[in-house]
């Protein structure tokens, strides 16, 4: 069964950066397409970003277009958020998910997804 591993939240200014990584145990994940979400204490768990399992395709929400940028590396098995000039309003739990079908669409709802990571803490402030 496909595992997911989410890596490298933490603490950070406003404005700053922070590089997330997801991982996959016993998989390979080019097989599959990855998403990212996050969910803030109280509100819905909210779609950030997905990529193509050969990474053709990739969508954002519109809350992170122009700051965050998934990419993968099927080399190393993982896929990454970069998340630059973040604010207060990105802290999050983020968490990574294989989507139920082969491939990503647009709208990128929690639904979708059928294979979670345990999620990694990023808090955004001064």
């Known amino acids: 069964q496909l595992q997911l591993v989410e890596s490298g939240g933490g603490l950070v200014q406003p404005g700053g950066s922070l590089r997330l990584s997801c991982a996959a145990s016993?998989?390979?994940?080019?097989?599959?397409?990855i998403g990212w979400f996050r969910q803030a204490p109280g509100k819905e768990r909210e779609g950030v970003s997905c990529?193509?399992?050969?990474?053709?395709?990739?969508y954002y929400g519109d809350s992170v277009k122009g700051r965050f940028t998934i990419s993968r590396d099927n080399t190393k098995n993982a896929v990454y958020l970069q998340m630059d000039s973040l604010k207060p309003d990105d802290t999050a739990v983020y968490y990574c998910?294989?989507?139920?079908?082969?491939?990503?669409?647009?709208?990128?709802?929690?639904?979708?997804?059928?294979?979670w990571g345990q999620g990694t803490q990023v808090t955004v402030s001064s």
């Open positions: 016993a998989f390979t994940l080019d097989d599959y397409s």
């Open positions: 998910a294989a989507p139920r079908g082969p491939l990503c669409a647009p709208l990128i709802i929690p639904a979708a997804f059928r294979t």
């Open positions: 990529i193509s399992a050969n990474g053709d395709n990739i």
